[in-house]
């Protein structure tokens, strides 16, 4: 009589979903696999996680959570690493590349959000909103008391834009076309010829940059060499009366040199979306500067935006683990 051997175990992919993602991508991915959810509160690296991890395929995260070599060392399944954001920085990708897993992210969707709360942090620094806040709400308008100085318009004035990708190219098409300023970048592969040819935004040198600009915008990677790479000498470029906004990543910034150059007015003032620790602690001197204006970490917090980064997460997710080739990876090489 012919043996028939035993059918294979289901082998379906197991997901683990750390990220904050709607109950309709949820049932997307129980669709395809057996789907573990952690908590906002939670870490990865909490004891109760290791069997699931050990036990998964794929993973899911948002810029929150840290993806270290050691955790990835425990994922003997694991196939692609999938997280809800532009930036990776969060994650050991050596070491998911020589484990041969997929880092997929979600560039594109979120640069018109970002670009957005470029325009308000400047025009929050610009216009002295905070200060004028303050004077409402504290009754000083009512009172008659003199309101704070008059503040500047954006139109006429240079843009500096450290970093001309996705995000810096948005950027430069609002204020160029709903704002009227002059725009010079900065990038250190060169000129873009594709954005000179669609906006009048002209390149230039690093210093040049930092010495010219009136409002000068990080929108860099974090990496090697983007560490502290803006500080005490680049404010020593600056013109006086000139903004630094950041919202790229806080780390990009030396966040001393760059309290000491608000603290003696070398600058104007900063627009901060990203800081160093996140959230900050509570003596930062940051906190209490009154030309300092400082968002959570928003850059892509819309409704519309987060859910288009969640469905093209998931979708790079699904598709690897079905042997697809997924839309954004930054480590193609793992796939080899």
């Known amino acids: 009589m012919r043996h028939t051997p035993p059918a294979a175990p289901n082998r379906a992919p197991g997901i683990v979903v750390a990220a904050p993602v709607s109950d309709g991508l949820i049932a997307a991915l129980r669709g395809s696999g057996r789907v573990a959810r952690v908590g906002d ?8 996680f290791g069997k699931g ?20 060392a425990n994922t003997p399944h694991m196939k692609v690493v999938s997280t809800v954001s532009v930036g990776v920085d969060h994650i050991d990708v050596g070491a998911a590349t020589a484990k041969g ?29 905070i200060a004028n806040r303050h004077a409402v709400v504290g009754g000083g308008w009512s009172r008659g008391e003199q309101m704070p100085p008059f503040g500047s318009d ?36 060169g000129a873009v010829a ?29 990496n090697s060499d983007t560490l502290g790479s803006v500080g005490r000498h680049e404010f020593e470029l600056m013109k006086h009366s ?51 204006v400082i968002t959570p970490h928003l850059g892509s917090a819309t409704v519309e935006t987060r859910q288009a980064m969640a469905e093209m997460a998931v979708r790079n997710l699904l598709a690897v683990c079905s042997g ?3 839309e954004a990876i930054v480590n193609p090489e793992a796939l080899s």
């Open 53 to 72: 991890l050990a036990e998964a395929t794929a993973l899911l995260v948002s810029h929150t959570r840290s993806v270290s070599a050691e955790l990835l």
């Open 41 to 48: 509160d939670r870490s990865l690296d909490e004891p109760q």
């Open 242 to 292: 000139a903004f630094l906004i950041n919202v790229s990543r806080g780390a990009v910034v030396d966040e001393a040199a760059l309290i000491e150059a608000l603290r003696t007015r070398r600058i104007a003032g900063a627009g901060l979306d990203v800081l160093q620790r996140e959230p900050p602690s509570e003596d930062n001197p940051l906190l209490t500067l009154d030309n300092v």
């Open 324 to 326: 697809a080739p997924p």
């Open 154 to 189: 954006l139109r006429g004035k240079t843009l500096g834009i450290l970093g001309m990708g996705r995000t810096g190219r948005a950027l430069a098409r609002l204020a160029t076309q709903g704002f009227g300023m002059h725009v010079l970048y900065h990038n250190r592969s």
């Open 101 to 129: 897993i997929a880092v997929c992210n979600t560039p594109g969707v979120l640069d018109d959000a970002v670009a957005e709360l470029t325009m308000l942090l400047m025009l929050s620094l610009s216009r002295r909103a």
């Open 194 to 222: 594709s954005a000179q040819a669609v906006w009048p935004v002209a390149y230039t040198a690093r210093s040049e940059l930092f010495k010219r600009a009136d409002l000068l915008s990080v929108n860099v990677d974090l």
